[in-house]
């Protein structure tokens, strides 16, 4: 699969676009940690937003599927109306269904609405807003930056 180098400036030059497709108010952010925990950060800031609360998932070992994704860290939604999830890429849709079956589970009342800068037209869920098609895999500068090089 080829690789592709994903470098800060044009993360936010996409979050820039993405906060230009997002046509929706929302009173929360989660972002999924870890991949979505920058665009969290990022977009809790841009929107003035201080409910930010990351909620964790495994569904990879590097760059092995996992045969499921588990979810922890919910976060405490009881006051929440409406609420953006965030992750870098909606790659199998796993992750994001799972994520989504257990928050509306948990609060059936609650409006989520989902994005992330890219997505793979094959996933089993498309993210509410998105910015690019991935083609192939994306090597995020968070986690390839600090790494030392030989």
Known sequence: MKKIY???????????ILTQKINQTFDTLIPISRGG???GQMLGEYYDIREVYAINTIGYNDREKLDEVRVFHIPDLKEAKQVLIVDDIVDSGDTLVEVLKVLTTKYPKVT????SIFYKPTATIEPTWWVKEAKGWIEFFW???LKETN
């Not at 994903?6 to 820039?16: S, T, V």
């Not at 989520?112 to 994005?115: C, E, G, K, N, V």
């Open 6 to 16: 994903y470098a800060y400036d044009e993360f936010r030059e996409d979050l820039k």
């Open 37 to 39: 925990l920058s665009m």
């Open 112 to 115: 989520f609405f989902t994005a």
């Open 143 to 145: 986690s390839e930056d």
